[in-house]
């Protein structure tokens, strides 16, 4: 097994590869204008530290969402393309997951990252791999905490309303490639590499032109 996992949901562009055993080689740069410059470096330079080609990834693996539309979709369509070209599967993963998996915590807590206008994608979470409700996008004074820990920069962004923000910030692919080769292993189903948005984009077709009366 060789699973080359991605996220581009938030503005953490990161990949990693993974043996089924533990992560080769990861890399993650912050920046919320360059997932589509960023991506395809950031793949190139774990293949290369961990010594790995294209040819030998055995299984893709892709952050889905919840996150803006435009550097989800760089993420996605790479892991869609990929896939087509090598011949091997691609799966999504919620990002939020990779995030919860990432905290390695065993009691109850939630997730939240930065869903822009002033708002925040979450999900409450039983322990690291079990997401109970979610996700959902939502004002950071609608979400209901009920006294929980929160993981993510969604939290960082509002301390007033959300707290501090637990450890990880982001949705590291190491983690995210962790928890797709576990589930790879056991059998457990995955999603196909679909976003996840929970809104619609921001850009709208054009309606048709006005008429111009004299």
């Known amino acids: 097994m060789l699973v080359l996992a991605f996220d581009t949901a938030t503005p953490a562009v ?3 590869l993974h043996d089924g055993e533990r992560v080769l080689a990861e890399s993650t740069t912050i920046d919320a204008r360059r997932h589509g410059e960023l991506l395809v470096p950031t793949v190139e330079r774990v293949l290369a530290e961990a010594g790995a080609t294209l040819r030998d990834v055995t299984a893709i693996a892709a952050g889905s969402g919840p996150g803006p539309y435009t550097g989800l ?7 869609q393309a990929l896939a087509a070209t090598l011949g091997v599967p691609a799966y999504g993963v919620c990002t939020l997951d990779a995030l919860a998996y990432g905290s390695g915590r065993t009691e109850p807590f939630l997730v939240a990252t930065d869903a822009r206008r002033k708002e925040v994608f979450w999900a409450r979470y039983a322990d690291l791999r079990t997401r109970a409700e979610g996700p959902f996008v939502n004002r950071p004074a609608e979400v209901p905490l009920d006294g929980l820990p929160v993981v993510g920069a969604g939290a960082a962004l509002y301390p007033d309303v959300l707290g501090k923000g637990e450890e990880p910030p982001y949705p590291y692919a190491g983690f995210l490639a962790a928890l797709a080769a576990e589930r790879i292993a056991s059998g457990a189903p995955l999603d196909p590499p679909r976003p996840i948005y929970l809104r619609r984009p921001d850009a709208v077709v054009p309606g048709a032109p006005k008429r111009v009366t004299a």
């Open 14 to 16: 990161t990949a990693a």
């Open 73 to 79: 979709r760089v993420g996605l369509m790479t892991a």
